[in-house]
């Protein structure tokens, strides 16, 4: 059975750091894509980071770049997201994904495993 479980989510300030992490069992995603999606109370689900399977190129969407870094470590089946300099907008659950594919896409779709999602919030 495939489980992605989050953590290191939780409340920080404005301008502060968070680390979330997504640890994978039951299969091996060193040749998946990976990503990170976050949903805001009455909003869709959206993509925020996403590592291909491939080389390992990271992917971002617009508003996190520069903020946002996203890596996984194989080895250890994790992927990983750090968060800088967070802004109250950043409030969301975030999920973590994983896609039977190599290359990246942003929607939800071309994910088939998803974690049960890890809450940050930023206060202002």
């Known amino acids: 059975q495939v489980q992605l479980v989050e953590s290191g989510g939780g409340l920080v300030q404005a301008g502060g750091s968070l680390r979330l992490s997504c640890a994978a069992s039951?299969?091996?995603?060193?040749?998946?894509?990976m990503g990170w999606f976050r949903q805001a109370p009455g909003k869709e689900r959206e993509f925020v980071a996403g590592?291909?399977?491939?080389?390992?190129?990271?992917y971002y969407k617009d508003s996190v770049k520069g903020r946002f870094t996203i890596s996984r470590d194989n080895a250890k089946n994790t992927v990983y997201l750090q968060m800088n300099s967070l802004k109250p907008e950043d409030t969301a659950v975030y999920y973590c994904?994983?896609?039977?594919?190599?290359?990246?896409?942003?929607?939800?779709?071309?994910?088939?495993?998803w974690g049960q999602g890890t809450q940050v919030t930023v206060s202002s």
């Open positions: 994904a994983a896609s039977t594919y190599r290359f990246i896409r942003t929607m939800t779709s071309w994910f088939d495993y």
């Open positions: 039951g299969r091996t995603f060193s040749s998946s894509a």
């Open positions: 590592t291909s399977g491939t080389d390992g190129s990271p």
